[in-house]
């Protein structure tokens, strides 16, 4: 299932995190990650959905595994999570980083929690480092919980103008706090310090500019143009639209930036009593 992080019990805030890692699997910098919201005083459990599902050292394809098997390991965390003695009355959030960051706001939609959660109620709070948001609702019935998005302008993976529509949607549903925070002249992965320069031309991107559509219970219609499609062609559309290649770099400003604005969400927006250096 994954690693679970107890911070001390004198920092013990009363309230968790289930924390959803990228497609290259549960790494170094996860477990930093997950260090770093424990010594806030979440108890925090880090997913390793990819070894789970039998899929060792992370996805070669995203396709190789459906995002909709790790919506389902996020709430059996969430559930787990819920027994621990830290946590009898707390706030339990979902995030995470890339191909987590698209989980956790998939887990944000009612056709998900409502029929995933052992309790049909979703997370308490949402947050995620460069989403890949391709599909988008129809209708946005969501959780009225806050949520929080990372990028940079540079990142392939997210259309900034797209995903500003969509937090945009969101609180016209009704979200009581959405936002995207957006670093100029930054790119995928800015926030792991292992990320130099580096240029991936096999692993597919699937991005609103190319696989992104808008879905229903009756289909989806793709973004770029086109009439309503069958769920029945969804990997077909998907495998034909894609490009390769991207670049990943650590950049220590952005970095910076967005924690101090996750702890402001944290204390402000979801009313936490986190510690903060």
């Not at 459906?66 to 009355?89: G, M």
């Amino acid at each position: 299932m994954g690693f679970l992080f107890t911070p001390k019990a004198n920092l013990a805030s009363g309230d968790g995190l289930v924390l959803m890692p990228t497609s290259g699997n549960v790494s170094k910098e996860d477990f930093d990650e997950a260090q770093y919201y424990s010594s806030l005083g979440l108890t925090t459990l880090l997913v390793d959905p990819f070894y789970s599902s039998n899929v060792s050292g992370g996805l070669v394809s995203p396709l190789q595994s459906l995002v909709d098997n790790e919506v389902i390991l996020a709430y059996a965390a969430r559930q787990l999570l819920q027994t621990h003695p830290y946590l009898k009355s707390g706030k339990i959030g979902l995030g995470g980083m890339s191909r987590g960051a698209t989980v956790t706001d998939l887990a944000s939609r009612h056709e998900y929690f409502a029929n995933i959660s052992h309790d049909r109620a979703p997370f308490d709070f949402y947050f995620g480092y460069y989403p890949s948001f391709i599909a988008l609702p129809q209708h946005y019935m969501v959780a009225m919980k806050p949520m929080l998005y990372f990028t940079g302008d540079q990142d392939p993976f997210v259309d900034v103008p797209l995903t500003r529509m969509h937090i945009l949607k969101l609180l016209e549903a009704g979200v009581p706090y959405a936002n995207l925070e957006v670093y100029e002249g930054v790119s995928h992965g800015f926030n792991y310090p292992s990320n130099q320069i580096d240029v991936d031309n096999d692993f597919p991107i699937f991005s609103a500019e190319k696989a992104g559509f808008i879905y229903d219970k009756d289909g989806f219609t793709p973004i770029r143009g086109g009439g309503k499609q069958s769920w029945d062609n969804l990997f077909s559309f998907l495998s034909e639209n894609y490009k390769n290649g991207f670049k990943t770099e650590y950049n220590a400003l952005a970095a910076k930036l967005a924690r101090s604005a996750l702890e402001n969400f944290l204390t402000e927006h979801v009313e936490l009593k986190i510690h903060t250096s």
